[in-house]
T-cell receptor, first 116, second 111 residues
Framework: DTEVTQTPKHLVMGMTNKKSLKCEQH?????MYWYKQKAKKPPELMFV???????INESVPSRFSPECPNSSLLNLHLHALQPEDSALYLC???????????????FGPGTRLTVL | TQLLEQSPQFLSIQEGENLTVYCNSS?????LQWYRQEPGEGPVLLVT?????EVKKLKRLTFQFGDARKDSSLHITAAQPGDTGLYLC???????????FGEGTQLTVNP
């Protein structure tokens, strides 16, 4: 099973709402990632978790709050977002981080977020 | 910080045509991966190249890693509508560094 699942698939929220994105993998991977992707652009790294600890925060605004409750789950809590935060949010996992030269990141299908 | 260029950014061709996508940098890469992303999906790994001069084939796709490990190309022969998608190169400067994507090539293959 090389699947990374993400819920919900689509999310529309107002600027005052609080919502959460969820990601799950059962490949035994110990590294999990959040990326943000705007239309026709490459994914941009937001956060990296390694062994359930935050390893990288790419200067992401505090209105995005990641959480890794266990090795299989990764959440992204959203609060007071802006319309420019509308994007596809991708979760990924890999065996470990830092990863080797040939390690593969497996991506989920993403959550399409629209902030009104 | 590496300067990474992927070209072309957009490509629209007819079914049956050939095409090449390029990924170039001023830095030497430890390895380079190519991903394809279809609409509504996350990127999927196509190939990893590690050795300078390496050539890998995946059906109608041919991947080449430059001798100096600063560039790579993806060639598609007889493109089909199913090849439509966003193609992303993702080099690593050193083993253990994070994945960094090129700007991507949006390919559309028209029937």
């Amino acid at each position: 099973d090389t699947e990374v699942t993400q819920t919900p698939k689509h999310l529309v929220m107002g600027m005052t709402n609080k919502k959460s994105l969820k990601c799950e993998q059962h490949m035994g991977h110990r590294a999990m990632y959040w990326y943000k992707q705007k239309a026709k652009k490459p994914p941009e790294l937001m956060f990296v978790y390694s062994y359930e600890k935050l390893s990288i925060n790419e200067s992401v605004p505090s209105r995005f709050s990641p959480e890794c409750p266990n090795s299989s789950l990764l959440n992204l809590h959203l609060h007071a977002l802006q319309p420019e935060d509308s994007a596809l949010y991708l979760c990924a996992s890999s065996l470990r981080f830092p990863s080797g030269s040939t390690d593969t990141q497996y991506f989920g299908p993403g959550t399409r977020l629209t902030v009104l | 910080t590496q300067l990474l260029e992927q070209s072309p950014q957009f490509l629209s061709i007819q079914e049956g045509e050939n095409l090449t996508v390029y990924c170039n940098s001023s830095s030497v890469f430890s390895s380079l991966q190519w991903y394809r992303q279809e609409p509504g999906e996350g990127p999927v790994l196509l190939v990893t190249v590690v050795t300078g001069g390496e050539v890998k084939k995946l059906k109608r796709l041919t991947f080449q890693f430059g001798d100096a490990r600063k560039d790579s190309s993806l060639h598609i022969t007889a493109a089909q509508p199913g090849d439509t998608g966003l193609y992303l190169c993702a080099p690593k400067e050193t083993s253990g560094s994070r994945l960094t994507f090129g700007e991507g090539t949006q390919l559309t293959v028209n029937p």
